[in-house]
């Protein structure tokens, strides 16, 4: 008897990889702008970032940072066409920085109440964590064939550099790899806050 046979790759998660390198004349202000920053508050402001700093969420109303927000803008309108085109979001964005010292890492989580997440990498040293990415269906953990496959359980890294923003669900579980460098590892993470949805 002869077997025909097809299959289907199903529930495939997209994230976006933007180049933001154009900026870059301004990456030593804004780095200046962050230690400042850091050193009138050296207290860090929690959520997952473990033996470095974070800031508050204030880095979009800071002047200086308005050429990254508006790239930033592009980016998430163009990452969330592509989730929706039938659709007109209306969003805005919140931005805060994270500065990993040697050893510091971030923890597993997600970002509730968001449209979608995004993180722009501003100095990149040599040992720098990359970001990963765990595989969004519990189920596969039941896999016996981990790490292998469409069907595998396994984990997705994306190795930083300068100028690159990396865009993703919210809902996405993701974590920093620990920093080996000796030389501060410096982000700007950012959420889409939803405001009004019209179809």
Request: charged share 15%; glycine share 6%.
């Amino acid at each position: 008897m002869k077997i025909t046979t097809q299959h289907i790759d199903l529930f495939p998660t997209r994230i976006w990889l933007f180049d933001l390198s154009g900026l870059s004349e301004h990456y030593p202000v804004w780095q200046s702008a962050l230690d400042q920053l850091r050193r009138e508050n050296p207290t860090a402001s929690g959520r997952s970032n473990r033996n470095g700093w974070n800031s508050d969420k204030i880095i979009a109303a800071i002047p200086m940072f308005a050429s990254l927000v508006e790239a930033a803008n592009q980016a998430f309108i163009h990452a969330l066409l592509q989730t929706d085109p039938n659709v007109n979001y209306s969003f805005k964005l919140e931005l805060w920085a994270n500065i990993h010292d040697q050893g510091g890492y971030n923890m597993f989580h997600v970002h509730q109440n968001v449209l979608l997440s995004g993180c722009f990498y501003l100095t990149v040293p040599e040992g720098a964590g990359e970001i990963i990415f765990r595989d969004p269906r519990p189920g596969v953990v039941l896999s016996p064939y981990s790490g292998q496959g469409v069907n595998a359980n396994k984990n997705i890294t994306i190795t930083p550099k300068p100028g690159l923003l990396v865009v993703f669900p919210n809902w996405l579980e993701h974590a920093v790899a620990d920093h080996e460098g000796i030389m501060p590892r410096v982000s700007i993470a950012m959420n889409a806050l939803p405001a009004i949805k019209t179809s």
